[in-house]
């Protein structure tokens, strides 16, 4: 054990066992590992651009040409190389497309600066060089380049839209999926504290329903979960529901583990199961007597209290993503209520946590039931209904999807193009 300590380079100031590596050495290995990282996304990059198909540790197969998917899948150890797959990432998050270009940029800007350097130009300079080509690139853009959106009309957009996913599988569409990302991303328009236009990208939803052709992908206006109602009894659509997003059981009580109650007489046991039924039963009422006409609950809710809901006339969705029910509390006005209790330790229903829409209904896609809330008042939402015929195509589907609209929000923002 006490070997690792044992130091035979003569030149190394590092106090454990290892070997020092500094100077062009090192800055050739960092640029090889650049420029392998490179290599591999390469091949994806422009309109024949290949798909990568990968395979991970339990067998999961991702089919992509997505810059940003692919890096993430592979298993990258060097540290320059992991800069370039954080870098990639990062344009991801930022602006949704470019993925792979920023990447090949980068390896080929290293390799020319690694043939500079070579050349006994002091890298300092290389830095100021490239800083300043920078500067002049971005001014040249903004000056030559960049013209204004209102300008070149909704053709501009569908053009933007069009180049992002040239390159992708929905290539081959033409213009269809171009035209309906421009669409669904101008149908969730709000304004900020500022007055300036906004265009979430998180408020556009993609459902992906397998089966049919591509070319059968539809979008609307309205917010759809991939859930039915809870009940067979309940109607099919309620005008001007009033919403509640819960994130608690509506089922019947239980006591909390190692909690023991001891009973001396029977007969207050079948008193105590009435008692835990009613506890439920006496939250359902409270928020029927609210006016509460449409409940979406993050978990479950037993058949005996669907029941009572159904015979109000109100509708429920239950087991709902969190990430849903937060998007459906912000777009209608509610706020998710994690329990009943108030202040005074009683329970009730604060009616300004309620939220309102114009309609909420179940409507039939393939051959699943699916929820759609249309109208919301507080953000609007657009729902886009991808159709393929595996999972592997829909997935891929859904990435170019949605690096499209990302590019579009950026134009549509930023107000040039």
């Known amino acids: 054990m006490s070997g690792i300590f044992d130091v035979n380079n003569q030149d190394s100031a590092l106090f454990i ?20 990282i490179a290599n591999v996304i390469k091949t994806s990059l422009g309109p024949v ?25 592979l298993e990258v150890e060097h540290p320059a190389g992991k800069i370039l797959v954080k870098l990639a990432q990062q344009q991801d998050t930022e602006v949704g497309d470019g993925t792979t270009s920023v990447v090949i940029i980068a390896a080929e800007l290293l390799r020319r600066a690694n043939e500079l350097i070579k050349s006994h ?21 903004a000056d030559q380049m960049a013209q204004k959106v209102d300008r070149l009309g909704k053709d501009a957009l569908v053009n933007v839209a069009m180049t992002t996913i040239s390159s992708k599988i929905l290539g081959t ?10 669409d669904a991303l101008k149908a969730v328009r709000m304004q900020d504290a500022r007055g300036k236009p906004r265009y979430p990208v998180k408020s556009v939803n993609i459902l992906k329903v397998k089966g049919a052709s591509a070319r059968e992908s539809n979008y609307f ?17 309620v005008a001007n529901p009033k919403i509640a997003v819960v994130d608690f059981d509506i089922t019947k009580t239980r006591m909390k ?5 001891v009973i001396d007489d029977p007969e207050n046991l079948e008193a105590i199961r009435k008692r835990e039924a009613d506890i439920s039963a006496e939250r359902v009422r409270l928020l029927l007597d609210a006016g509460v006409t449409a409940v979406f609950s993050t978990r479950g809710i037993d058949d005996i209290y669907v029941k009572m809901f159904a015979e109000a006339g109100a509708v429920t969705v239950t087991r709902v993503p969190k990430e849903d029910a937060r998007r459906i509390a912000r777009g209608c006005g509610a706020t998710v209520l994690t329990t009943l209790a108030n202040l005074d330790g009683e329970e009730s229903v604060d009616v300004g ?19 759609v809330l ?13 159709r393929g015929a595996n999972d592997f195509m829909l997935d891929e589907m859904e990435r170019s999807f949605h690096d499209s609209l990302c590019a579009v929000k950026r134009v549509m923002e930023s107000g040039s193009v």
């Open 17 to 36: 066992g290892g070997t020092r590596v500094s100077g062009q050495e090192v800055r050739s290995q960092n640029v090889m590992a650049a420029q392998s």
């Open 49 to 73: 651009g290949l798909d990568k198909m990968l395979v991970d540790d339990v067998g999961d197969v991702t089919i992509s040409n997505d810059g940003a998917t692919i890096l993430q899948l």
């Open 221 to 237: 206006t309205g917010y759809a979960l991939y859930r039915p109602f809870t009940g067979a009894a309940m109607k099919r659509s």
């Open 257 to 261: 583990l190692g909690v023991q109650i």
């Open 173 to 182: 569409y033409g213009t269809f999926f171009a035209e309906m990302a421009v």
């Open 374 to 386: 249309r109208g919301a008042n507080e953000q609007p939402a657009s729902t886009v209904v991808l």
């Open 121 to 141: 130009i002091h890298p300092a300079t290389v830095i100021a060089g490239y800083r300043l080509a920078c500067k002049e690139a971005n001014r040249f853009i």
């Open 353 to 371: 946590a309620l939220g309102t829409a114009e309609l909420v209904e179940q409507v039939r896609l393939s051959d699943d039931d699916v929820v």
